[in-house]
């Protein structure tokens, strides 16, 4: 902050200091009889100007007029004329917002950053779309949900799913309403009209759609397949949902017959009767490929079966693996292209099974100790080393080392739609801000998995399938008719899990504007922007891509805005265990919402990380008291003047004035335009305080108190032209304020600022 706005920022609450320091200025001729002029001309405003700013009083009652207009619906803003019916549109899906808690400061700044998109292009005259949502949120909210049970002693398995489900809804419900009028807080100007749910009917209706199109296509199967498993959360994930951890555990070299096996988990050698080696491996030549074995193996003498594979890194321990093909993904890929058996060593909990005899029961975590034990004494073990430095698969939310189990679920081949969606983007036809997010984009497009879709939890849409409960098949059916596998003539029965949240959220652009046949739809997709977090880049906004792309034929936005984290004033990630997480609500109360909001999006540039200091929020506090004062200084001096519209009869002075005034408006929409808002505020906000306040309302006090008549009427309507289109362009960044001072604006015809024109000059 500079010294200018340091002294003249707390001017608010003292009358005398008045819009500026004025220091030396203050002795000119004519000052006093500027004063005299001045108090009477105060008397004439309103009286609300001769208080300082209370955000708190003003803001509830602006957003509940605004509502009150429907102007947040398009539809509305063409009957109010404000909008041409032909206008083009501009639409942003609102990020469901996750209703399982309070508004964070990443909401924050997404309300924020979205809203101001809203508003700008609102007073560009486009057909204005914001259209808000909320997130069922799956397995996030069942983790909250499970927290609240823990307090209460109770645990989700103890709970009847039907029952459980009932109660998340209901926990849901009461916190979107909440989250709902904490969206209002900040201003939003979204249609509330048009909000959904993820679980509304409409919604699971196309998702619904969606799966069985999928299978239409042959772009679903029901695999056994390798998962990554939870055991605490009793849950399967995506390869996106798992943090890898470097961890140093002990590593252990294990006589197996002739040969010395590497292993970090000894608990899951039970089933190991496959020993594996590279085909080229010299020091194992004699040995061929199927030739049986028998040695001496934890709980007693086994048949093992030499297995030739090009997987094997010779270079790696010995050269020599055995397999365990449940609950390894490199060793199910051995046994998939050999054939071999596959079995389960290893249950749900993390508990041995059966097969691991004396160790049966035995949860895992204490097993390896015992079996490393029962292998020394019988002299299998040849050496240990202490110190092995690799990385394991933690679970993203409890950090519980995740088990690879093999489970039937339902996959979608993500190569096709992969490729679809990498056309468009190498065509432009999506936009990346700022730009590096497309590269990161195209190489995970290219390197694709197949998305593993079911999630053993209750919290989300039933996935509308049968599974045959003899072979393991799986049939979508979306009626729910299916009685009988058409494979074994078993009874099938319903399919238990529900879809992973991001392949609901992943259809919410076309599924939101009622895909296929609704007029929404057709008006307003493919939407403009989708503004969220660099951080969902691959969970959410490629897989919305590749949907939307399969779905409609077209991608669901055409420019993907990203921003970064919002992190402590010392650039700490916000988080409860470290007491800094900063409750948005908390600052726009002490602050004002404009404040808070100029505090998020000055300065903030596209996918970098931004430090939310109250330092910062509080200099846009007295920016908005600067514009206050600003507003009595105004109206007061042009008491009694109608600004008029196409005045020509500018001063030679005034002209200057209004030419650079011309420059910087024509500067700012260029930044607008191209998604350089971080700039435009800024820019905004020198000009109302360092050229506007400091210079031109100084000069003006000697102006209006000597000048000549015409010098005069030059005068004042420069200063309302000018200060009319300070407000017009700030609007978008500080709403509230802004509609605020504008309903004094002296102005005919003039209908509310959030639905007048942008300032193009
Ligand atoms: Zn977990
Ligand atoms: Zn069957």
């Not at 000119?28 to 309103?46: P, Y």
């Not at 691991?356 to 034990?373: L, P």
């Not at 650079?660 to 820019?683: C, P, Q, V, W």
């Amino acid at each position: 902050m500079n010294e200018s706005q340091a002294k003249t920022g707390d001017s608010a609450t003292n009358r005398d200091s008045d819009v500026s320091k004025s220091g030396d200025k203050a002795k000119n001729i004519g000052s006093d009889a500027f004063k005299a002029l001045r108090d009477k001309q105060e008397a004439s405003i309103s009286p609300k100007f001769l208080k300082p700013y209370d955000p708190a009083s003003t803001e509830e009652r602006i957003y509940a007029m605004w509502e009150k207009s429907g102007c947040f619906n398009p539809d509305k803003c063409i009957e109010a004329g404000a909008t041409k019916k032909d206008a083009k549109p501009f639409t942003i899906i609102m990020p469901p917002t996750n209703a399982n808690g309070s508004l964070h400061a990443g909401h924050g700044l997404v309300m924020s950053i979205e809203d101001m998109m809203t508003r700008y292009n609102r007073m560009r005259g486009r057909k204005t779309l914001w259209l808000p949502g909320l997130d069922h949120a799956g397995f996030e909210t069942q983790v909250v949900y499970e927290k609240k049970l823990e307090k209460e002693g109770r645990t989700r398995f103890e709970i009847e799913p039907k029952k459980l489900y009932e109660e998340i809804m209901d926990f849901t419900m009461t916190n979107s309403s909440n989250i709902k009028s904490q969206i209002r807080k900040m201003g939003a100007s979204c249609d509330w009209s048009r909000e959904k749910f993820t679980l509304d009917q409409d919604i699971v209706k196309t998702v619904y759609s969606t799966f069985k199109r999928l299978e239409d296509d042959k772009l679903l199967y029901r695999g056994k397949r390798i998962v990554s498993w939870c055991p605490r959360h009793q849950t399967s994930f995506s390869d996106l949902e798992i943090k890898d951890e470097e961890r140093i555990e002990e590593f252990y070299y294990l006589k197996y017959g002739p040969f010395v096996i590497g292993t970090t988990r000894p608990e899951t050698k039970f089933g190991d009767k496959y020993v594996v080696m590279h085909p080229d491996d010299k020091r194992y030549a004699k040995y061929k490929d199927g030739q049986k074995i028998d040695l001496e193996w934890i709980n007693g003498p086994i048949t093992a079966t030499i297995v030739k594979d090009e997987a094997i890194d010779m270079a790696f321990g010995t050269g020599v693996m055995t397999i365990t093909p449940w609950h390894d993904p490199v060793d199910f890929a051995i046994a998939e292209r050999h054939g071999l058996d596959k079995e389960q060593i290893i249950d749900e909990h993390g508990k041995l099974l059966p097969i691991a005899g004396d160790f049966a029961g035995m949860h895992i975590k204490k097993a390896r100790q015992a079996i490393i034990e029962k292998l020394m004494t019988k002299g299998l073990v040849d050496k240990i080393d202490p110190k092995y430095k690799h990385v394991v698969r933690t679970c993203y939310k409890c950090g519980t080392i995740v088990e690879p189990q093999i489970k039937s679920q339902w996959f979608i081949r993500m190569k096709p739609l992969a490729e679809k969606a990498l056309g468009k983007i190498k065509t432009g036809e999506v936009k990346y801000i700022p730009d590096h997010y497309e590269k990161i984009t195209t190489y995970w497009l290219e390197n694709i998995v197949d998305w593993n879709i079911s999630r053993q939890i209750v919290w989300g849409i039933p996935i509308p399938a049968k599974l045959c409960n003899k072979c393991d098949k799986g049939f979508v059916d979306l009626e729910d008719k299916l009685k009988t596998c058409d494979s074994c003539g078993s009874d099938l029965i319903r399919d238990g899990d529900t879809f992973d949240t991001w392949f609901s959220s992943g259809q919410w652009p076309f599924a939101t504007l009622g895909y296929p046949d609704n007029k929404d739809f057709k008006d307003f997709y493919p939407t403009d922007v989708m503004e969220t977090a660099g951080e969902i880049i691959f969970f959410w906004v490629s897989r919305m891509i590749m949907l939307g792309l399969y779905v409609t034929g077209q991608v669901p936005f055409r420019t993907v805005y990203l921003h970064g984290l919002v992190l402590d004033a010392k650039g700490q990630k916000m988080s409860k265990s470290k007491f800094n997480v900063i409750n948005p609500l908390d600052l726009t109360a002490k602050f004002g919402t404009d404040a808070f909001r100029m505090g998020l999006m000055v300065g903030n540039t596209p996918g970098t990380s931004l430090a939310l200091s109250e330092d910062k929020i509080s200099t846009y506090k007295k920016f908005a008291n600067k514009l206050w004062n600003i507003a009595r200084f105004v109206y007061a001096s042009c008491s009694g003047t109608e600004l008029i519209q196409d005045f020509k009869a500018y001063s030679k002075a005034d002209e200057i004035l209004r030419n650079e005034r011309h420059t910087l408006m024509t500067d700012i929409t260029s930044d607008m335009e191209n998604f350089r808002f971080y700039l435009a505020g800024e820019k905004l906000y020198h000009y109302a305080w360092h050229q506007f306040a400091d210079v031109i309302l100084e000069q003006s006090k000697a102006i209006l108190a000597n000048g000549t008549p015409e010098e005069i009427a030059s005068r004042k309507q420069l200063l309302l032209h000018t200060f009319e289109k300070i407000l017009r362009a700030l609007h978008p960044f500080m709403p509230f304020i802004t509609e605020e001072i504008w309903s004094e604006m002296p102005l005919k015809g003039k209908r509310m600022l959030m639905i007048e024109k942008w300032p193009i000059l």
